[in-house]
């Protein structure tokens, strides 16, 4: 780093979206990290920052697309309920069990709606 590289703008997000995910990928890892510890579940050391991000992102989205499907909103705490769920099938049978599970769980709320247990309103801030 040149001794005026400190003064040069830090790049900034480019857009709303990459702004939004700035400032919420903190507060999403710090929120379920705190979960896990106080419950002592996953996600745990073994499971990267970016890796709970990633979990949440493709977790979020597979649900979120499925209940368009269905004409239903699901609420964000029931979400991050189904999140939390998922980092435990992600760190006791990794990636390609994870992948299986989320398409196995994804086709059964189109099927049947959001199973009882992902019911519960998990709020991680």
């Not at 700035?22 to 002592?40: K, M």
């Not at 990636?95 to 099927?111: A, G, P, R, S, W």
């Amino acid at each position: 780093m040149g001794l005026f590289d400190f003064f040069k703008k830090k790049e900034q997000p480019k857009t709303m979206l990459d702004q939004v995910q700035a400032l919420a990928g903190p507060l999403i890892v710090n929120g379920y990290r705190r979960i896990a510890a106080a419950n002592n579940i996953a996600p745990t050391a073994k499971i990267s920052d970016q890796k709970i991000i990633e979990i949440y992102q493709r977790v979020g989205s597979a649900f979120r697309e499925a209940s368009n499907q269905r004409g239903e909103h699901i609420p964000a705490g029931h979400l991050n309920t189904v999140v939390l769920k998922f980092f435990q099938v992600y760190e006791m049978m990794g990636d390609t069990m994870f992948y299986e599970h989320l398409k196995y769980e994804v086709d059964k709320y189109i099927q049947e709606g959001l199973r009882p247990d992902y019911k519960q309103d998990l709020k991680l801030f």
